[in-house]
């Protein structure tokens, strides 16, 4: 791959000349290649590959629609992500992750605290808290709270769980784009 800087010829140029080469223009250098080979089978894998990226790019095209979300992922612009676009589709394609789980402050009474380390690429929009019994009874559910400088979210418990021996809580981060991951866990 050759890069080209500074030809008051090519400079601007972007397309493909003569079916043989391709020319691009990368944060500001044209950049030119072969003309890229097609495969010409798949793999399942690759397909399935395939369509989840055709997923991202709409919904990074629905997201660039709308002024407020365009500007939402504009602030994740970075050296790895040059546009809010390129921004929504990373976002599209990872999913949060749920890093920690403290349980320490959880004693069965209402008011027992559980705190959760959630992240995401751009951004964790809801972690929800679901206490089950042993039983698989649900005892309560809600959303937790956001701390406002990391990314530590806080559920407050509501109900008084008499039987905390055996209890399994399952806690749910979504982000922006609606990823979800869940884990459970025993309290």
């Given at each position: ?52 990226f055709k997923k991202a790019i ?29 921004v929504a589709i990373a976002d ?86 609606g990823n979800t991951t869940t ?5």
């Open positions: 791959m050759a890069k080209i800087a500074d030809n008051i010829i090519l400079t601007g140029i972007k397309g493909m000349l003569g079916d043989m080469l391709v020319f691009r223009e990368v944060k500001g250098q044209t950049i030119v290649s072969t003309k890229p080979k097609k495969p010409t089978s798949r793999t399942q894998k690759q397909q399935e590959g395939q369509e989840r709409a919904y990074a095209k629905s997201a660039m629609a709308d002024a407020d979300t365009k500007a939402l992922y504009a602030t994740g612009i970075s050296s790895r992500c040059s546009s809010a676009h390129q599209y394609l990872n999913a949060p992750r749920i890093e920690s789980i403290d349980t320490s402050h959880y004693n069965g009474q209402a008011g027992s605290s559980i705190i959760v380390n959630a992240s995401d690429d751009f951004m964790v929009v809801t972690v929800q808290v679901t206490i089950h019994t042993a039983d698989g009874e649900q005892l309560e559910s809600g959303n937790a709270v956001k701390n406002a400088t990391d990314n530590f979210w806080t559920y407050t418990t509501t109900q008084q769980n008499a039987s905390n021996a055996n209890c399994q809580a399952t806690i749910t981060a979504t982000d922006l784009p884990r459970s866990f025993a309290l």
